[in-house]
Nanobody
Framework: VQLQASGGGSVHRGGSLKLSCVAYGITFSDYNMAWFRQAPGEDREIVGRISWSVSATYYADFVKGRFIISRDNAKNTVYLQMNSLKPEDTAVYYC??????????????????WGQGTHVTVSS
């Protein structure tokens, strides 16, 4: 199993980035997908997640109205559209996958599969 995240970079405050995460080795449509982030010296925290079936979404309060998670099961890919970026969004962003039978989770531990992380830097 491999998750490959891409799309990170450096932008100014107010800018946008779109992250992608391609999954290999799993039946992607059977997996709940999530994006987490980790800033230097901080714990990894959830940004949002999208369900396997009806693509129901959840967002952390600090990204509501700015970030959008979507998925394309035909391409085995989950996306994170990030708009109105702020310096406090600077972090390494990780995608993660968990089989739908294990339910939903907003914490790190239940996710067995992780991408390698992609860096996002927002300058003021």
């Amino acid at each position: 199993v491999q998750l490959q995240a891409s799309g990170g970079g450096s932008v100014h405050r107010g800018g946008s980035l779109k992250l992608s995460c391609v999954a290999y080795g799993i039946t992607f449509s059977d997996y709940n997908m999530a994006w987490f982030r980790q800033a230097p010296g901080e714990d990894r925290e959830i940004v949002g997640r999208i369900s396997w079936s009806v693509s129901a979404t959840y967002y952390a309060d600090f990204v509501k109205g700015r970030f959008i998670i979507s998925r394309d099961n035909a391409k085995n890919t989950v996306y994170l559209q990030m708009n109105s970026l702020k310096p406090e969004d600077t972090a390494v962003y990780y995608c993660a996958a968990v089989h739908y039978r294990r339910g939903y989770s907003l914490t790190v531990e239940p996710y067995p599969y992780w991408g390698q992380g992609t860096h996002v830097t927002v300058s003021s």
